[in-house]
């Protein structure tokens, strides 16, 4: 068994013959957390897209376990990755139970008849992202960091080998932030699936990457551990501000700084006079 | 344990007795009789051939009824399927402008001497493809609000629709359209034995392919992405419960003319008892829809001291207002 879950090379797509990728190679390790960084409009989510088969590839090749994506049945597909969009729908009629059932479509038949057995998956995901207390309610009813882990809970339901999660934690605060991100480590750790996942919080993918790989422009800039990827150098020419690169109290890992400019203007000053 | 079966099936068979309910009594009552008859009279009746009752239920009542229950089915379904397909509460085969175009479809089949079946009914579905193609076209893109200009599209289409009916009947002093006008108010007293067996054998097969499809169409409500993350092939199942909606409605239109709103009140009445699973309102749908126009047919028919009204009078009584009423509620 190859150790490899999604190999990607010279990867490219356009939308409307503006090319948002080109030419990105990179793999991705079975059972790791691999984050894609970097600034708005260069790509993110659009990889994210054609990861998880909703978009296919203008040019390059893009394997899923090992086979080219095009050649893998969508049904197929389906039970090998689940995806979590970066804006849930929740102006939806169906209980958190049964959005979270919904889960087990790919492994049933097209009248999607679920058995006990489904129904014990189900349970077991929504235990695991801590929502089972929710069941019966419905999606509107829910917060935003709610409403995220009811979209988990159908992704682990789905029982894939890889979760592609587009910005699972915008637009939620520090605590939710971090549980979220608990979650995909536990879900690493205990069921050995594979991460694939946009932040757009540079730290928090710094503290829970097992892989980083920064974009600009759908170009690759760097793929590697954090510590390769995270350098003043690399991250001021992308980012194009001034930052400041330190370490982390916790564990040593980048800690990145954006600095005011406030600061550049004394600086700017001081160099003046 | 599939619990969503156990409920598809007690909701169809409680739809099943109220539609075998209204079906008897659209067969008892009538024109031509003074109300009422008591089991045993009805029955002493039917069985006897010679009998003007006999020819009156089985030739005239009996063949209306089952086109009724029929056409309510299906446009109930149409309904149903757009409001999934499209993700608008407020989709409708008639108010998208469906059935116009496949009226003005039907009538230039029968300006073209087309016979019933299968020219004209073809001719419908041409025109009902033509609009559903036009509105989708014009709702696409990158318009400003994806549910505003769905309708939009649609009540331009229909007025444009109406604008070539009216056009069509004016130019041609023909003596087949005479009573156009009658029809393009749903009109059910124009079929027999022979159209009911037709309309079933067409809408029946579309009916089990649609129940078919009613997970797909649960999957397809959480949006384009996430049901094609969940292994749906969106494109072939949207082309196919579209074209296939398309086709029931346009036969509909071709045999009964433009009955308005059923697929708006049955789906929502349907889903505020029943919930939103597709499985259940699937069948809920076929049953209960027949019921409903099954019931306004009889209204429409025995309403009215002399003669007999259209039955899209009395749905379009109910359904414009309940229109309106979930156009306030899905306001934010």
């Known amino acids: 068994m190859s150790r490899i879950a999604v190999n990607a090379s010279r990867l490219t797509y356009a939308y409307d013959g503006t090319r948002v990728l080109d030419q990105l190679s990179f793999s991705v390790q079975k059972g790791e957390i691999f984050i894609v960084i970097g600034p708005n409009g260069s790509g993110k989510t659009t990889l994210m897209k054609l990861i998880a088969g909703l978009i296919r590839p203008l040019d390059g090749v893009l394997e899923i376990g090992g086979h080219p994506i095009g050649a893998i049945r969508r049904k197929y597909l389906a039970r090998q990755i689940a995806f979590v969009p970066q804006q849930v729908p929740t102006d939806f009629p169906f209980s958190v139970q049964d959005v979270v059932l919904f889960g087990r479509a790919p492994h049933l038949g097209t009248f999607g008849l679920t058995s006990v057995q489904d129904h014990r998956l189900a349970d077991q995901a929504m235990a695991f992202t801590e929502v089972k207390h929710l069941a019966g309610r419905r999606l509107n009813q829910l917060s935003g960091g709610e409403c995220q882990r009811v979209f988990i809970a159908r992704a682990i339901c789905q029982n894939p080998d890889i979760i592609v999660l587009d910005e699972p934690t915008a637009s939620l605060d520090i605590a939710h932030q971090l549980r979220i991100m608990d979650m995909m480590e536990k879900m690493k750790q205990e069921k050995n699936i594979t991460v694939v996942m946009v932040s757009h919080d540079v730290n928090l993918a710094a503290m829970y990457a097992d892989t980083l790989m920064l974009v600009k422009s759908g170009c690759l800039v760097r793929v590697g551990p954090p510590k390769t990827v995270l350098t003043y150098d690399i991250l001021e020419s992308v980012y194009g501000c001034p930052l400041l690169v330190d370490e982390n109290p916790l564990d040593n890992l980048p800690r990145v700084t954006p600095v005011p400019g406030r600061y550049i203007k004394e600086l700017r000053m001081t160099n003046d006079e | ?318 359904g414009a207002p309940l229109f309106i009423v979930l156009l306030k509620r899905t306001q934010p």
């Open chain 2, 1 to 318: 344990m599939a619990s969503v079966l156990k409920k598809a099936v007690a909701v169809s068979s409680g739809m099943i007795v109220l539609l075998a309910g209204v079906m008897l009594l659209g067969i008892s009552l009538g024109s031509s009789d003074d109300g009422i008859l008591s089991l045993t009279e009805i029955f002493s009746r039917l069985t006897d051939p010679q009998s003007l009752y006999y020819t009156i239920v089985w030739e005239i009542r009996f063949p209306r009824v089952v086109i009724a229950a029929l056409m309510g089915a299906a446009l109930s379904l149409g309904g149903l399927v757009f409001q999934a397909l499209l993700r608008n509460p407020l989709a409708e085969p008639y108010i998208l402008g469906i059935s116009g175009g496949a009226a003005i479809g039907a009538i230039i089949g029968i300006l073209l001497s087309f016979a019933r079946f299968p020219g004209v009914s073809l001719a419908a579905f041409a025109g009902g493809m033509a609009t559903l193609f036009l509105v989708l076209v014009i709702s696409s893109g990158r318009t400003m609000m994806k549910k505003e200009s769905l309708l939009l599209s649609g009540v331009m289409v229909n007025a444009f629709c109406s604008a070539v009916i009216m056009f069509l009947i004016s130019m041609t002093q023909d003596a087949r359209i005479h009573n156009i006008m009658f029809w393009l108010m749903g009109d059910l007293s124009a079929g027999g034995k022979k159209e009911a067996l037709i309309m079933a054998g067409m809408m029946v097969p579309c009916f089990m392919v649609i129940f078919w499809r009613a997970n797909t169409m649960n999957l397809l409500l959480m949006g384009r992405e996430m049901a094609l993350s969940m292994g749906v092939n969106v494109r072939w199942v949207s082309v196919t419960l579209l074209v296939i909606t398309s086709f029931m409605v346009s036969v509909t239109v071709c045999y009964c003319g433009l009955v308005a709103f059923v697929g708006l009140v049955i789906p929502h009445l349907l889903r505020l008892l029943f919930g939103a699973d597709h499985r259940v309102l699937v069948p809920g749908c076929i049953f209960g829809g027949g019921a409903y126009l099954v019931l306004c047919d009889l209204l429409a028919r025995t309403l009215p001291g002399q003669g007999e009204m259209p039955a899209g009078v009395i749905t379009a009584l109910v």
